[in-house]
């Protein structure tokens, strides 16, 4: 009897391990593989930019790590509280700023769409749980020093992931299309362009539009929306832009622009991609124009 207990309590500690390794690995490299994207999504949910790379690096690393960890039965009891803590610091993080962000997406796998509301923490809570049942059912911790190869190796694969997305940047390359704007042939090519990706529904864009509409331009604002364009005079109006570009050729564009979520925007100078923006504070923003010569 003892024998027969003692394997289905293993059983089940095998299978949460597994299960939680599974969703902390998918979540993990997805966010390695767009860093800069996370980077986004994470001032999107009130974290500081300064702080926005930095988060994404050690929540990913952790993430991957935690997978590690609950794969290897001499680890599972450290993977298992390595699971519990990232979770229990989502829903504190969550919880704490819930009146602002309620409703806002915080999708950490790549095939579950959530956001903030009860059923965030109903679904953490349950992630708790076999993240605790890896724990009760696991045997205690051996090999630290492999532990800590692999830890090293995670932050190697961290710092390679992060060369990656950085190298990725379009800046530095040639921009010599033609495109529709106001109705009429306009060229990327010649004199300095702004080129800004936009929703007219998305809350962070409209922000950022109402930051910029206080600068004095020295270049072409070429707006682009992503969605809904005949909403897009009315999203002007709203951040208070004036003499704006409307371009219809977002899907041209992307071809050469790679991003997942708006604000985007893109300085071109004689035809050269010199810049990218994927966040919008000040004084960085404002900072970044200027010594491009783009506003006064």
Request: net charge negative.
């Amino acid at each position: 009897m003892a024998a027969q207990e003692s394997q289905w309590k293993s059983w089940v500690g095998m299978a949460a391990a597994c299960g939680m390794a599974l969703l902390w690995l998918t979540a993990g490299l997805w966010k390695f593989s767009d860093i800069s994207g996370w980077q986004l999504k994470l001032t999107q949910l009130l974290v500081p930019v300064q702080l926005s790379l930095a988060g994404t690096l050690v929540v990913a690393t952790a993430e991957v790590g935690a997978a590690v960890l609950l794969l290897r039965p001499s680890w599972r009891r450290w993977g298992g509280w390595l699971s519990a803590l990232l979770l229990v610091g989502f829903m504190a993080y969550m919880g704490v700023n819930y009146e602002t962000l309620q409703g806002a997406d915080c999708s950490c796998f790549p095939w579950l769409e959530r956001a903030v509301g009860p059923a965030f923490f109903w679904s953490d809570a349950a992630m708790l749980a076999a993240s605790l049942l890896a724990v009760r059912f696991s045997d205690p911790p051996t090999d630290l020093r492999r532990a800590g190869i692999v830890a090293v190796a995670l932050v190697a694969f961290a710092g390679v992931m992060l060369g990656v997305d950085r190298l990725g940047s379009r800046s530095g390359g040639e921009m010599r299309a033609t495109i529709t704007a106001d109705g009429g042939p306009y060229n990327l090519g010649e004199g300095k362009v702004f080129l800004f990706f936009f929703n007219p529904s998305c809350m962070h864009c409209l922000h950022a539009g109402q930051t910029m509409s206080k600068y004095s331009w020295r270049a072409d604002f070429v707006g682009l929306p992503t969605q809904d364009p005949d909403w897009g005079p009315g999203f002007l109006q709203d951040a208070g832009l004036t003499g704006v570009k409307l371009s219809p050729d977002v899907a041209m564009l992307r071809e050469t622009f790679e991003f997942q979520d708006v604000p985007y925007g893109a300085l071109v100078d004689e035809g050269t991609i010199v810049n990218t923006l994927m966040f919008w504070e000040e004084p960085e923003l404002s900072e970044t124009l200027r010594d491009h010569g783009f506003i006064d």
